[in-house]
């Protein structure tokens, strides 16, 4: 795709809430350093989130809450999912992501381990089908088990009778393949950093998928130079989600606001969700690793602006 590094950004996402809709809690020690990367499912009418949340003992937990909006949340005192004390994760479980299939919920997550000098994070998932009892998988990529691996995403259905992740083996965006959410595929490239300045450094897959007539609508994100982190998005064929059909030269949310900019890592907006919602996509992030934040955009005027960016081949 041949890219203007001046194009300008004609479509941007709008805030919701005028702020941050959930802050750590002080009171709890587990989340008292900050709270991001949230994965929100939309059912029955009942908002659901399972989010990342730093204690002060630098390990990150999963809390859990509910709304009835998807903007005032109701939180759980206790984290409802914590590290299980083997090497794969002793340190954090980080970053979740969330699909529904087949009546489960399905969490994609990094498992953080500090000390391990081959590769500190790898992928994990979480099954579950009431947010209190979860089963663990360990996945396996074919020839990537010695590198970092992060950012995996799930396609909220099996496409070809199976199951799609996205990840991200830096700098880029990889997608596999499984029967079993155990054994992968070999990773092959979908998505390459460019030379537009929000994303040149590195890029990752942000919230799952949405289908839409176009193609899959993937949220990602962009890293620049200056380790600024922005949102944009791109289609992805159907059938054959390794080819890339639309992708937007510019980043459609960057750090603008005060709880953007400053926190534990500054500059940073970490989409994780991406929920349809009438008209508009609300896109749920994370804000400096210290908050958890909300904004929206008109699905109609977002697929149109795609169309006018394809992917030459």
Known sequence: MTIN???P??????RLDNGPIIIPDPSLKWEIGGVFAPAVI?????????YRAYGDDNISRLGYGESSDGIKWRKDKKPRVIPDNIRLECDGTEDPRMVKIDG???ITYTAYNRKKLCANTKIRVLKTTDFINFKRITVSFKNRWHKNDKDGV???EKINGAYHILHRIEPNIQLSVSKNLKKWTRSTTVLKKTENAWEACKIGAGAPPIKTDLGWL???????ETKEYSMGAAILKHDSPTKTLYRLPFSLIH???????HGNIPNVIFGTSAIEFGPDYRLYYGASDTTIAVASINKNALLETLKQYPVEE
């Open 154 to 156: 799930l396609f909220p």
């Open 255 to 261: 750090p603008e606001t005060d709880y953007e900019k």
């Open 5 to 7: 590094k001046n194009t």
């Open 104 to 106: 489960q919920y399905l």
């Open 9 to 14: 950004n004609p479509l941007q996402f709008t």
């Open 218 to 224: 993937l949220f990602y994100h962009g890293v620049s």
């Open 42 to 50: 939309y059912e029955n009418d009942t908002w659901k989130m399972l």
